[in-house]
């Protein structure tokens, strides 16, 4: 199965500045690279995703940048706000496979 | 519109009773998920169905028992209730499987007393 790690596990930056999480992974056949944002008591949502014939992909203030060779795909945030505070999930996958194994979930802090 | 929806919202029940969970999807997808998220937060992929076929079945306690009426629905029963299940349990679904955008249910905060 896919092993999978996030890092940093706890993220706190300033409003404006830019954060990034990393994701990496073990399986080489992973073609799908998600990330997902929970909000506090809310459910998971994917904010963006990409998919590995692409090396990067930007909406608005968030983009996506994968490294297929290193096996690792990171999430950019900049500008960033207080809304952005949340847990981000990666949930990389080869899209055929039985298992499907999220990332732990970096929690990300926005303080004014 | 409720894109994925479950019940109950929040579930208080005493060790070794029987519950179930209730899932319903109204985006035609295919593939649904069960997930169950403990207290740090680990996010564990439980079970999938296609289409009412059993896809994927993690190591879970076999008094978990997903039931598939039609690819719509997805439901969870969960028998002799113990501590350990206490979590918050998400449904899901994509349109074409694993490889594909998973939306999520609001979840079901699971509370074994």
């Known amino acids: 199965g896919e092993n999978v790690e996030q890092h940093p596990s706890t993220l706190s930056v300033q409003e404006g500045d830019s954060a990034v999480i990393k994701c990496t992974y073990s399986d080489s056949a992973s073609n799908y690279f998600p990330w997902y944002k929970q909000e506090l008591g809310k459910r998971p949502q994917l904010i963006i995703d990409i998919r590995s014939n692409v090396g990067e992909k930007k909406d608005q203030r968030i983009a996506v940048t994968l490294n297929k060779t290193a096996k690792h795909f990171s999430l950019h945030i900049t500008e960033t706000q207080p809304e952005d505070s949340a847990v981000y999930f990666c949930?990389?996958?080869?899209?055929?496979?039985?298992?499907?194994?999220f990332g732990t979930g970096t929690r990300l802090q926005v303080t004014l | 519109d409720t894109a994925v929806s479950q019940t109950p919202k929040y579930l208080v029940t005493q060790m070794g009773n029987d519950k179930s969970i209730k899932c319903e999807q109204n985006?035609?997808?295919?593939?649904m998920y069960w997930y169950k998220q403990d207290s740090k937060k680990f996010l564990k992929i439980m079970f999938s169905?296609?289409?009412?076929?059993?896809?994927i079945n993690e190591t879970v306690p076999n008094r978990f028992s997903p039931k598939s009426p039609d690819k719509a629905h997805l439901n969870l029963h969960i028998n002799s209730l113990e501590l350990g299940d206490s979590a918050v349990y998400f449904c899901?679904?994509?349109?074409?499987?694993?490889?594909?955008?998973?939306?999520f249910g609001p979840g079901t905060r699971l509370t074994v007393l």
């Open positions: 169905y296609n289409n009412k076929e059993l896809i």
């Open positions: 949930a990389p996958n080869t899209g055929t496979a039985s298992k499907l194994t």
């Open positions: 899901a679904s994509s349109r074409l499987g694993l490889g594909d955008t998973q939306y």
């Open positions: 985006l035609g997808h295919d593939t």
